[in-house]
Every structure is written in structure tokens, then in C-alpha cells.
């Protein structure tokens, strides 16, 4: 193997110095190219406040490591590259589906009639696990598929499944809207008692004629005819009341000479109503007052408590109608549906159908799973979590912090989401410390993987008069300057290190910017003081010329002295 010397060319354009890069040469090993000459463009700067400002503005890279796994080089990259790739939707709350497993509790309500009859509340709560097949098997038979619905979907399929033939059911019926009629007129029939009141002059014990009001109760017979005292028989059957008055004043004023008569009706007892059904048994008498069914309902006091009803049915003239009580009494009362002689009502209650109520009681069907790596290196894996979802849903940064993930502005966690196949990267920083207002919903089977980032170290290079080259650590938020970096220990030796050329090159792709800094002036050692360093940075500390001319003679004397010595053993 030959020892060849490869130059390392640094053109260097250092304005405002009169100074220019020396270049540097390199021992290395080759067997290929021995002339080969690698190009590296330096762009020197005598420092300024501005260009220190400049500096400062650049970006802390830090650099990671990726792959490396079995036979795979290993990339460096820089960290923000993790998170460029697919991002991780920041949706909406996800609605929970019925799984497999889940556990469920059912509660049926309503409406029934114990033994005398007497309609009661009734409740039973049952709780069911949603078999393999994913459905539940209810106690009163059906066998209901809930897999994959929502709460409300599911609690609307049981309820449709719980259906019974029950009167709710049974008593279910085409409307057959009442008559919309004017209001009857009463007339007199038979059993009506009318009431008639007259005013006479009667003498008294002194021989003086005095008013007296003389009162005849008289019940219109069979035939339709009212007897009255003192006025004779009158036909009242069939007629109104106003055309019964006229006639009672007519006979009164050709019989006994009076005019001041009134004529009532004390009881009405030829027309009426019947009503039969849930709601109690009654004969409603129809006065010359018109009665409307809407009021007579409410006079019922019936309960639309729950969503119950009536069916109420009317019988009139050979025809059939009904409608619901609801209807009558609170959606069309406007109307006015009103009450004949002779109608035969019936009112039947229907029982709501059972009311369903759907809860989960424990959900063991949608689950996530959560794994944490500690040592990226050794692969060190604290025991997985399978995390059951609920109602609410679960966000990423919720599951983070209920894993005791807790970071500070000096650190940050590589989150994985694995979710259908594809994988999303992203900053455990970013999810907790910031973007407060942005919220990743996980989804069911979610698989989630938090580890360390494998940084690498953020340091900078110290060459020149250092004697060995070496490395020196700098923080991203204490932010190392070149000022520590020089004097935080014995970086070069002081004696021999040529203060007035101290050199940062930072930069990459074989283009570097050489900032240069003379701390000899008080100016420069101050910048020194405030430049910060960034992963990366190769700080050069130039030797004395002095020193190098020392250095090069004691070796040219120390060879000699050794020839010399040579010579004399030989001779």
C-alpha cells in the first residue's frame, strides 16, 4: 500500500484581511487516484456585530441517525427530518361503534296494566356482551346485530327488535277526521223540564191589589206537550226555546192578561252523548249551550304524560269516525268538533311502546395499544398498554400524559401513530408543549410507539494549536459561544496559538463560511463572546509563525544530532 498526500484546496476570500487560509495537507491511505485534489469554496469574513447577528440567526440543526438496523448504513439527518413526512390528521371527535366484546346495558320503560286493570309505569334493566357474531341475544328472544353502530343506532335497532304485540301496537288506526259542523240548536224534546215564571196582581189582606211573581215547573211529555198552569196546555216538542217563550207569551197575554213572563229550561234531559272506554263511562247531556269535543276530552282529565294517547271513535248517524285524543285536544283545537245528540263516543287508551335506553357499561371491543422505547440503542421496551376507548375519545396528547410522557424545552420524543398500514411521524414536543389548540383524535386500533430520538451529539470541532483535535459539546438552548468553546478549558496553548487568526468555518456540500475573528482587539473578543456556536462548527485556532519556525528547526536539529551520532558509531 502506498502513502500518498491528497491536497485539501481552501480558497478563501476574506474581506478586509490580508490574510489568506493556508492550505492544509493530510497524510491518508489510497490506492486509487493518487492525484485526486478535493475543492472546498471558504468564503472568509473579518467579523462585525452585523455578521455576528447574521450567525446567530441561523438554525440549531440537531442531527439524527437513521437506519442502520442489520446490514443498512446508517443516514444522518437533520431532526426535523423525522416529521416530514405523512402528517397525522387533526380531525374531529370520532363517534364511538359497538365491537365485539363490548359489554352493554339495556333499559326498557313504559307504559302496562297489572291485574285490576290500573295502568302502571314498569322498568327492567338487563346487561348483555356482545357475542362473535356481533350481535345480542335479548331475553325476550330476538337475537339483535349491533356490531359497528353507533349508541343511537344500536339503541333504535333494539327497540325496533322489542316490539310486542302490545296495545300500543294493536290499537293502531287510520284517521277518520270528525265532522267540522256548526253548532246545534237545542230544541225541546221529551223529559225536558221547563221553568216558567209570571208576574200577577194578587189582592191582599187590606183589599190592594200587590205583584206577585208565580213560578210552574212543567216536563215536556211523550206526545210533546208542556202543561202550564192557569195557561193550558202548550206543543213544545221539536221547538227552541225562543219559540217557546213566544208561544207561552202569547197564551198568558189571552188568558190572564200578563206580560211579564219568562220562560228557561230547568233540565235538559232529551238529548245527550255516550261515552264508554278507558277514561270512565258517562251520559253528557247536550244543552242549548253548544259543547265542543276538545273541551269534553279535557273535562276527562285525560295524561299525555310520556308520550301517551287515546283513540277516540264516534259513532253518528250509521257512520264512523276517529282520531287521536292529542289531536283533538292539542294539535286541532281550533277546530271545533262538536258534540250531537245522540253520538256515542269511545275513548281507548294507547300505551306508548317501551321506551329503550342503550349504555355501554364496559368497552372492551375498541382499544388502542401504546408502547414506550427507552434505549433506542439496546432496543430497551417497557411492557406494552392496551388503552380501551370510551364515549369521550381519546387525543394523542391526553394518552401522553396519562403515560407520564412529561418533557421540558431541553428535550423531545419521536411519537409513532401506526394506523391502517401507515405510519405517522411526529414531535412529542409538538403534540404537548405546543399547538395547544390542535387535537389528534385516535382511532380505534391505533398503535402507538414512543422512543427516544438517536442524536447525535451536538458538538463542534476544535482544531489548530489544540494538539489533538477534539470534540466539544454546545447546547441548543444554553447556546454555547466560541468564547467557552476557546476558554472554557485548555482548548490550545496559549503560548503558541496565534490569537489574531481564530477561525469558525461553518457551512456543508464543500461550501463553508469562515467567520475570523482577531481576539487580540477587545472589539473582537467581545463578538467572540456572543457568537454561537452551531452542531458542526470547526473552530481553527492558527499556531504563531514564531513558533512554527522554532518547531521546524528543532526538528532539522534533532535530525541532524542524529546523523551526526550515526556517523560516529560507523566509523
Known amino acids: 500500500m502506498r502513502r500518498v498526500v491528497i491536497p485539501f484546496l481552501f480558497f478563501a476570500v476574506l474581506s478586509g484581511c490580508t490574510e489568506i487560509l493556508r492550505k492544509p495537507t493530510f497524510n491518508l491511505n489510497a490506492v486509487e487516484n493518487p492525484d485526486a485534489e478535493v475543492e472546498y469554496v471558504v468564503t472568509g469574513y473579518d467579523m462585525t456585530p452585523d455578521l455576528v447577528t447574521r450567525a446567530n440567526d441561523s438554525p440549531f440543526i440537531r442531527y439524527v441517525n437513521l437506519g442502520g438496523s442489520n446490514a443498512a448504513s446508517v443516514k444522518r439527518v437533520a431532526e426535523n427530518a423525522l416529521f416530514h413526512g405523512a402528517k397525522l390528521p387533526s380531525n374531529s371527535r370520532p363517534v364511538y361503534v359497538i365491537g365485539v366484546g363490548d359489554s352493554l346495558g339495556i333499559q326498557r320503560s313504559g307504559y302496562g296494566l297489572i291485574s285490576n286493570g290500573i295502568q302502571t309505569r314498569q322498568s327492567s334493566r338487563n346487561t348483555y356482551v356482545v357475542n362473535e357474531n356481533g350481535a345480542v341475544d335479548l331475553l325476550e328472544g330476538p337475537s339483535v346485530l349491533v356490531k359497528g353502530l353507533t349508541i343511537a343506532q344500536a339503541e ?52 190592594a191589589l200587590e205583584p206577585v211573581v208565580h213560578t210552574n215547573q212543567s216536563v215536556v211529555g211523550s206526545n210533546g206537550v208542556v202543561s202550564i198552569l192557569q195557561l193550558g196546555e202548550i206543543e213544545a216538542g221539536g221547538l227552541t226555546l225562543p219559540e217557546v217563550r213566544d208561544l207561552v207569551l202569547q197564551e198568558a197575554i189571552r188568558n190572564a192578561g200578563g206580560i211579564d213572563t219568562v220562560v228557561e229550561i230547568q233540565t235538559f234531559a232529551s238529548q245527550s252523548a255516550l261515552i264508554t272506554g278507558d277514561l270512565g263511562t258517562k251520559i253528557v247531556p247536550i244543552t242549548d249551550r253548544p259543547l265542543s269535543y276538545d273541551r269534553l276530552i279535557a273535562e276527562l282529565e285525560p295524561s299525555f304524560e310520556g308520550g301517551r294517547d287515546y283513540r277516540v271513535v264516534l259513532e253518528r248517524n250509521g257512520e264512523t269516525y276517529q282520531m287521536n285524543a292529542r289531536d283533538i285536544v292539542l294539535e286541532r283545537s281550533i277546530k271545533k268538533y262538536h258534540v250531537f245528540d245522540g253520538d256515542r263516543i269511545s275513548i281507548q287508551e294507547l300505551l306508548p311502546p317501551s321506551q329503550v335506553t342503550l349504555s355501554v357499561l364496559d368497552f372492551s371491543a375498541r382499544k388502542l395499544t401504546y408502547l414506550r422505547i427507552t434505549d433506542v440503542v439496546s432496543g430497551n421496551v417497557q411492557p406494552g398498554r392496551t388503552i380501551p376507548f370510551d364515549l369521550r375519545g381519546m387525543d394523542l396528547r391526553q394518552v401522553l400524559v396519562n403515560q407520564g410522557i412529561n418533557l421540558s424545552r431541553n428535550e423531545d420524543l419521536l411519537v409513532r401513530v401506526n394506523r391502517r398500514g401507515r405510519t405517522y411521524m411526529l414531535s412529542a414536543q409538538s403534540v404537548i408543549l405546543e399547538n395547544s389548540g390542535r387535537r389528534y383524535w385516535l382511532e380505534p386500533d391505533d398503535h402507538i410507539v414512543v422512543e427516544d430520538i438517536p442524536y447525535v451529539g451536538d458538538q463542534a470541532l476544535l482544531l489548530g494549536e489544540i494538539g489533538a483535535p477534539r470534540q466539544f459539546s454546545i447546547n441548543q438552548f444554553r447556546r454555547t459561544t466560541l468564547s467557552q468553546a476557546l476558554f472554557g478549558g485548555k482548548a490550545f496553548d496559549a503560548e503558541n496559538a496565534d490569537f489574531r487568526h481564530v477561525y469558525v468555518l461553518r457551512g456543508k456540500d464543500l461550501k463553508y463560511e469562515a467567520y475570523h475573528f482577531d481576539i487580540t482587539e477587545i472589539l473582537n473578543l467581545s463578538l467572540a463572546e456572543t457568537f454561537e456556536l452551531r452542531p458542526g462548527d470547526i473552530v481553527f485556532v492558527r499556531t504563531r509563525p514564531l513558533t512554527r519556525y522554532t518547531r521546524a528547526l528543532s526538528l532539522a536539529l534533532k535530525f541532524f544530532g542524529t546523523l551526526e551520532t550515526a556517523v560516529q558509531k560507523a566509523s
Open 156 to 207: 333504535a335497532a333494539v327497540a325496533s327488535a322489542l316490539k310486542t304485540e302490545s296495545r300500543a301496537e294493536n290499537h293502531k288506526f287510520a284517521e277518520a277526521e270528525f265532522p267540522v259542523a256548526r253548532p246545534p240548536v237545542y230544541r225541546l224534546g221529551v223529559g225536558d223540564v221547563i221553568l216558567v215564571s209570571r208576574l200577577i196582581e194578587r189582592t191582599n189582606g187590606d183589599g
